[in-house]
């Protein structure tokens, strides 16, 4: 079975391309390196051995992309493309508009030209707001207040309208909670340019002294200690679980939704205790004003995806904190 992986040099992307090799998939990617780099590539050959399939291309360009579908017997889509900063978007929300949703409707035309029918859609917790009960289930109020959010929830509304007008296709909308870790290699990992918007790579930054100390955005939410919960998710943990879905949807038509994550939420302070405990590394922190927009609690409901996809989160939490600084180790040393 070929899978087209969109965004696939991206962090999440790149993890799943390995994942989809190590499970006997075939692979075409497609990425523009507008948050990512050409030496994913290099480095997905010395995890896989395998060359990637690559064409350079932003997922918009319906042209090109009718090209990656000419030449390659595409079976499945997995669809990661698309900006992602929760910032960025409310300060460019023509820009996440344009972007994300002008990409996702390119693709789907030319999966429906080329009689593709089975997509897989990177979605994301933050669809569901500021959730009224938790554990999150898949059937909670959506609500999103930010751009880059909104452009998650419309494009799971125009798949559903796309499985409604045709009830050929099989689609899996995957709810992603807070990614973090990477490959235990050190050659995949999180890898911002510039200063990080998430907790995880901000903590890695402090780390290692390229950042002062780690704000901590607010200690008075009505959490064990004050800080925010989330519900953090190892990104291979995240990886497999599109392998699942890819499985589910190879023999299922329809449309459906999953969340993926642990359904344990950590806060800001256990998370800089449980990095800095497990990698001996310290990590100062101060107590600053909340972060427009956040919210205090978000964990998963994990019983859907584990009924249905037969997937759950393995990796814990030392594994998460301990992979994500291993990476940042082996590239800070090339950084320098
Ligand atoms: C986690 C916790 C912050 C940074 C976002 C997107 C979501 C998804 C994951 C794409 C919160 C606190 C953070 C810092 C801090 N992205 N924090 N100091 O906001 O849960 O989710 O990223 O799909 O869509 O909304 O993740 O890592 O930014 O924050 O105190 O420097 O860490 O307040 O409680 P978030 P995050």
């Not at 009830?167 to 999180?190: C, K, Q, T, V, W």
């Not at 901000?202 to 009505?222: C, M, Q, R, S, T």
């Not at 200690?225 to 023999?251: C, F, M, P, Q």
């Not at 205790?273 to 978000?298: E, H, L």
């Amino acid at each position: 079975m070929q899978v087209l992986v969109t965004g696939g040099t991206g962090y999440i992307g790149s993890h799943t391309i390995v994942e989809l090799i190590n499970h006997g998939y075939d692979v075409v990617c497609v990425d523009d390196f507008s948050n990512s780099k050409p030496i994913v590539l290099d480095n997905l050959k010395k995890i896989t051995g395998k060359d990637i399939n690559f064409y350079e291309l932003n997922v918009c360009d319906k042209e090109k992309l009718r090209k990656v579908f000419k030449e390659n017997k595409i079976d499945a889509v997995i669809h990661f493309a698309g900006f992602k900063a929760v910032g960025e978007s409310v300060a460019k929300p023509l820009m996440y508009y344009r972007n994300n949703l002008d990409s996702t409707i390119t693709l789907l035309e030319v999966m429906n030209e080329f009689k593709v029918k089975k997509i897989v859609f990177s979605s994301s917790a933050t669809v569901y707001g500021d959730p009224e009960i938790l554990p999150i289930p898949e059937t909670a109020k959506l609500h999103t207040t930010n751009p880059y959010g909104s452009t998650k929830l419309y494009i799971e509304e125009i798949l559903k309208d796309v499985y409604i007008s045709d009830n050929d296709y099989s689609i899996a909308i995957l709810r992603y909670f807070n990614p973090i870790g990477a490959h235990p290699s050190g050659l995949l990992g999180e890898d911002p340019s510039d200063i990080p918007n998430n907790l995880m790579p901000y903590i890695v930054k402090v780390a290692n002294h390229e950042l002062p100390h780690l704000n901590v955005f607010g200690n008075d939410y009505d959490t064990k200690d004050g800080t925010g919960v989330r519900d953090y998710i190892h990104v291979i943990d995240l990886a497999l679980g599109h392998i699942s879905a890819l499985e589910y949807i190879d023999k299922h038509k329809g449309i459906d939704y999953y969340n993926l994550g642990t359904g344990k939420g950590y806060s800001v302070l256990e998370m800089v205790s449980a990095f800095s405990d497990v990698n001996k590394v310290s990590v100062p922190y101060r107590i600053t004003a909340r972060r427009d927009g956040d919210i205090a609690t978000c964990y998963a409901d994990t019983k859907k995806a584990k009924e249905i996809l037969h997937w759950e989160a393995k990796y814990d939490l030392n594994e998460m904190v301990e992979s994500a600084y291993n990476f940042a180790k082996k590239n800070s040393d090339k950084n320098e």
